[in-house]
Every structure is written in structure tokens, then in C-alpha cells.
């Protein structure tokens, strides 16, 4: 088990409900602002595939693959129904069997290993380097041997795992790679899209990803033809003609309504995701302003490619990331962790021996890290709050002002927080709903 966070700590004082009412409250997502923008395109999409009658694969699914296929420079995207399908598909279509050995990371969404344990085949879980949150490649180099059919780095939280590191390692080794892109889409390594760099990659549909559905769906990626073929085959219970069977596959095709919503949204993810990438500068740029080193660790852009900050994830040391978590909730700042359990202590894998102390930063970071807001229509007052927020918790001095920020709403400003400027200048940026007073 995971230690309990017992530490006490510099919380400020609660405020009382009555005080509470009129702090603006700042979601970790707020996705009716997205659809809010395409109401009527998302509407008349939906409408049209219910007049088709053409509910599950069909023309928007043909259309969405080849969108999807030339925006990540690849020759084949292939959908089917979740991303936890896409890299089980991917395994499929690799042919690993009970026994087989799979790398990947404990630090990640539990689909990842899932896949891996469905087929009978033995997830090897890496630890991960302490920076970047990704999978380790000379642990994953550790930890490879004859046993080992495949490596599956995750690019998490937007940023693509090493894979100057990774790719050489699995060719060494002569194990294919499958990506796991489920929150990178546009992501890139050296100007090459995530989901083109190893031999499958598989992303999520989830309403929460960058490109997010109106329910689940997925999609898988690659450069071979032969894989490309399998894929198809395994994601229609191996039906090759109708009611022909060639292999044992699954059923995970995706609805041609997700299809029809997702054709609407793909032409916008380039600028949504610039968005994202201001949002994390903003936020950089916002920390640095307040004297917090000693508390906080901001995350890093990718020099090395583009980061498409899925999530914004701060280390708080001290043991105090819980303390913080509830302080933000008081003051009505949406916040996650990802992940709380590393997947190699999850009680459905206790069989396979893993125990704490085996992967020390994986362990710690589960400990110790906080997702804040980042979506793209998160707008920079808000940006401002949820850092003044925090700066409040740890009882931090306001160094300096950066230039960018010198317009943004500031709640630091004004003592106490919610005073007159900074409601004035919420109102200024169009968020005066947000203010609950
Ligand atoms: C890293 C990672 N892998 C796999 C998945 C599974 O995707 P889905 O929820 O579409 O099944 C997710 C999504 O939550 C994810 O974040």
C-alpha cells in the first residue's frame, strides 16, 4: 500500500460559506464551453447520420479515418470503439500470447496494462523519469528480456516519451512498439506525429481527450500494411466476408454519430491545442511571479517536439499535495490526480508480486502530483486565480509581474482576493457568470 499523507500543514484559514459564495469558481473542465462554439455544426452532424440510418461504421467513419490519416501523417488510421480497445486490438494484432512479456509504465491510466493482462501476457511495469513523467528508457532497458514481445511507452499527459532512447532500444531488441497516444493526439517527436513513430499507435476518443467524442470511441495508427489489415479484420470479430470468420477478433467499431461529431471538431484541434500550449506558458509564466520554488514544480515543455498538454501537472513536495487539493476545492478550483495508485500496487494486480519500493519515482509522484485546469477555453483570469489560490496556501510573496500577465485579471492584487478589481476585470474578459455574487 501506498502511504497515507499524514503531514501537517500551512493551509490558510478555511473560509466560512458565506465567503465561499463569492469566490469564482474555476473547473478542471468545462466542456460546454467547447460545444457551446459548435452547437448548431454538432447538431446537424448528429441529424444527419439519424436520417442516413447509417448508426455504426458507414461514410463518416470512412471519412474520419482518412481525416485523421493525413492531419497525423500516416497511411492508416483505423477506429474502433476506446482507446482501452485500440491497444488491446494492438496487442492482438502483434500476436501476443499468455506468457509473453509487455514494458510499459505503472504511471498511467489503467487501460494500459490491461490490455496486456487480457491477452494472458505479463505486464513488466518501468518506473519513470521524475521530470517528465514518462516511462524510463533505461529501466524499460533493465528490464527487457527473452521474454519480452513488445514495449508500450505512453506519451502522457500530452508529451511523447523518449524515443531517441525507446526506438533503439526495442530495435536492438526486435520487439515492436505500441504507442500509447490515448492523451497525445498531435503530439510530436522531431516533427513526426505521435501514433507514426513505433509500429501501432492508439489513441482515445474519452470526452476529456484533446479530441474528445460525445461518448467513447477510439482509433489505431500505423505505417505497415499488414498490420493495418489485422487491425481492421480483428475490430469485426475477424469477419472477412460477412459471416466469414478468418480469426477470433472483438466488436469495436465506432458509431458513425461519434464519427459525424468528431469530423466537426478534428479542424479545430490544431488551434485548440495552440491554446493549450498558451494556457501552460501562461501558467509558467504566472508561477514564476510568486516565490514557490520550494513548494511547487512547474512542468517543462518539450524541446524536442510539440508538447499537446493533455493535462498541467505540478509536483508539490512536502507532503503536502493533499492539503492543497482540499484548499483548492474549498476555493472552488477543479484539481485531479493522476494517477493515485500506481497500476503495479493496484489490488487486481497484487498476483503478480509488484510491492512498494519497487518503482521509488513512480511512487512518488503518485504522491506528490496535481492536475490543474488546462482546457483551451480556460481564460487567463481564471489562470490567475487558480495560481493566486495556491500562493495563498503556501502563504507566498508576489516577486514580480510578467510582462504578459501585466493585463490579466490578478487576484493577488487586490486584498483580500476577491476584491473590487478583480471582479471588475472578470467581468472585463466576459466571465462575470462565473463570479457568484
Ligand atoms: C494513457 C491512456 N491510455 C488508455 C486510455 C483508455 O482510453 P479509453 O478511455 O478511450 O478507453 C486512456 C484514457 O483514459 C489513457 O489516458
Redesign the pocket.
Known amino acids: 500500500m501506498i502511504r497515507k499523507n499524514t503531514s501537517q500543514t500551512a493551509v490558510s484559514p478555511v473560509r466560512s460559506e458565506a465567503e465561499q459564495v463569492f469566490l469564482p469558481q474555476v473547473g478542471l473542465l468545462a466542456l460546454d464551453r467547447q460545444y457551446a462554439t459548435l452547437r448548431h455544426e454538432i447538431r446537424a452532424a448528429i441529424e444527419r447520420v439519424c436520417d442516413s440510418g447509417r448508426f455504426v461504421l458507414g461514410p463518416d467513419v470512412t471519412d474520419l479515418e482518412s481525416e485523421l490519416a493525413r492531419t497525423l501523417g500516416v497511411p492508416h488510421a483505423i477506429s474502433c470503439a476506446?482507446?482501452?480497445?485500440a491497444?488491446l486490438l494492438a496487442l492482438m494484432a502483434l500476436d501476443i500470447k499468455p506468457g509473453d512479456e509487455v514494458i510499459l509504465p505503472s504511471y498511467?491510466?489503467f487501460?494500459?496494462a490491461s490490455a496486456v493482462t487480457r491477452l494472458g501476457a505479463v505486464p513488466i511495469f518501468a518506473d519513470i523519469d521524475p521530470t517528465t513523467y514518462l516511462v524510463s528508457p533505461s529501466d524499460v532497458k533493465r528490464k527487457l528480456s527473452r521474454r519480452t514481445k513488445a514495449i508500450i511507452p505512453?506519451h502522457?499527459f500530452g508529451r511523447t516519451a523518449d524515443m531517441d532512447a525507446l526506438l533503439p532500444l526495442a530495435k536492438e531488441a526486435g520487439v515492436p512498439v505500441v504507442e500509447?497516444a490515448?492523451?497525445s493526439i498531435l503530439s510530436t517527436w522531431h516533427g513526426r506525429c505521435s501514433g507514426a513513430l513505433g509500429d501501432i499507435g492508439c489513441f482515445?476518443?474519452?470526452p476529456t481527450?484533446n479530441l474528445g467524442g460525445v461518448g467513447?470511441?477510439?482509433f489505431m495508427t500505423t505505417t505497415r500494411d499488414d498490420l493495418a489489415a489485422k487491425l481492421k479484420l480483428l475490430r469485426v470479430h475477424g469477419m472477412e466476408p460477412r459471416y466469414y470468420h478468418q480469426v477470433v477478433g472483438i466488436n469495436s467499431r465506432l458509431d458513425s454519430l461519434q464519427a459525424a461529431v468528431l469530423r466537426v471538431k478534428l479542424p479545430h484541434l490544431d488551434a485548440w491545442t495552440t491554446a493549450r500550449q498558451n494556457n501552460a506558458a501562461r501558467y509558467v509564466d504566472l508561477f514564476s511571479e510568486y516565490d514557490l520554488n520550494r513548494h511547487i514544480t512547474v512542468p517543462e515543455d518539450e524541446s524536442r517536439g510539440r508538447h499537446v498538454w493533455n493535462q498541467f501537472v505540478i509536483r508539490i513536495s512536502g507532503g503536502q499535495r493533499d492539503a492543497l487539493r482540499t484548499h483548492l476545492s474549498k476555493c472552488g478550483v477543479g484539481t485531479e490526480i493522476y494517477y493515485p495508485v500506481p497500476l503495479h500496487l493496484q489490488k487486481c494486480f497484487a498476483h503478480l508480486g509488484w510491492g512498494v519500493g519497487d518503482l521509488p519515482e513512480t511512487e512518488k509522484a503518485a504522491l506528490e502530483t496535481l492536475a490543474l485546469p488546462i482546457y483551451p477555453e480556460l481564460q487567463a483570469a481564471e489562470q490567475a486565480t487558480v495560481v493566486g489560490r495556491i500562493a495563498e496556501f503556501f502563504h507566498a510573496p508576489h516577486l514580480r509581474r510578467s510582462d504578459e500577465s501585466r493585463s490579466l485579471a490578478h487576484p493577488a492584487e487586490d486584498s483580500p482576493l476577491q476584491g473590487p478589481h478583480y471582479l471588475r476585470t472578470m467581468k472585463a474578459v466576459g466571465r462575470a457568470d462565473d463570479v457568484r455574487c
Open positions: 476506446s482507446g482501452s480497445d491497444l498511467t491510466f487501460a494500459t505512453v502522457l500509447d490515448c492523451q482515445s476518443f474519452y481527450k467513447d470511441g477510439g
